[in-house]
């Protein structure tokens, strides 16, 4: 079954400093991976997402991502972290089947402190 | 690219009375769709997506119905709604990408 991880309940990083969400996954096949956030009683925001390609994933605010297929993770940086950023986030795996459903994490809360 | 538009944003409903929330979207033609269910604030559940007019495949049993009479449009309901329907529900569409803003639901 296709899983995914956010091992960390709450991040907490202070102002410019350079923040990472973790993220790993257990799929057959080959991961379509996606990063959301979500501001308090908002729907989600697409942020990235891998397909296939370069490992490096540059996004939207900021943001980058990771694909490392040996450690299965795709972690979500950002060089230098704002108080607004502050918000939750969720990694994502595309179902490998007629579906087209996601799978997500439990999430992660980013809180970035000045 | 697509815009998911879901309404209401929130509503207040008494247990036992009927429920339904509507998704449309724009920008695209014959998309699948799908419903999610988040709730406390954490992971979120696909309950119902539909890959066209009138199909419906549902993953988890539930209280909940999903209909989808024109392309564009998916509809979430209940007859009965019960407490534990409380949550925050988000429409998406095809591809990952795309969202409506959600709909935040508590049953009283």
């Known amino acids: 079954a296709q899983s995914v991880a956010q091992p960390e309940d709450q991040v907490n990083v202070a102002e410019g400093n350079p923040l990472t969400v973790k993220c790993t996954y257990s799929?057959?096949?080959?991961?379509?991976l996606f990063w959301y956030v979500q501001y308090p009683n908002r729907g989600l925001q697409f942020l990235l997402k891998?397909?296939?390609?370069?490992?490096l994933v540059k996004g939207s605010y900021g943001f980058e991502a990771e694909f490392n297929k040996s450690q299965t993770s795709f972690h979500l940086k950002k060089p230098s972290a704002l108080v607004s950023d502050s918000a939750l986030y969720f990694c994502?795996?595309?179902?490998?089947?007629?579906?087209?459903?996601?799978?997500f994490g439990q999430g992660t809360t980013l809180q970035v402190k000045p | 690219s697509q815009t998911i538009h879901q309404w209401p944003a929130t509503l207040v409903q008494p247990v036992g009375s009927p429920l339904s929330l509507e998704c449309t979207v724009e920008?695209?033609?014959?998309?699948?769709l799908y419903w999610y269910r988040q709730a406390a604030g954490r992971g979120l559940q696909l309950l119902f997506y539909?890959?066209?007019?009138?199909?419906i495949s549902s993953e988890v049993p539930q209280n909940l119905s999903a209909s989808r009479p024109q392309d564009r449009q998916f509809i979430l309901s209940s007859k009965k709604l019960l407490l534990s329907d409380s949550g925050f529900y988000l429409c998406?569409?095809?591809?990952?990408?795309?969202f409506g803003q959600g709909t935040r639901l508590t049953v009283v």
């Open positions: 994502a795996v595309r179902d490998n089947g007629d579906t087209g459903k996601l799978i």
């Open positions: 799929v057959s096949g080959n991961p379509y």
């Open positions: 891998y397909i296939t390609g370069d490992n």
């Open positions: 920008g695209t033609s014959n998309p699948n």
């Open positions: 539909s890959v066209g007019i009138g199909q």
């Open positions: 998406a569409g095809q591809g990952g990408a795309f």
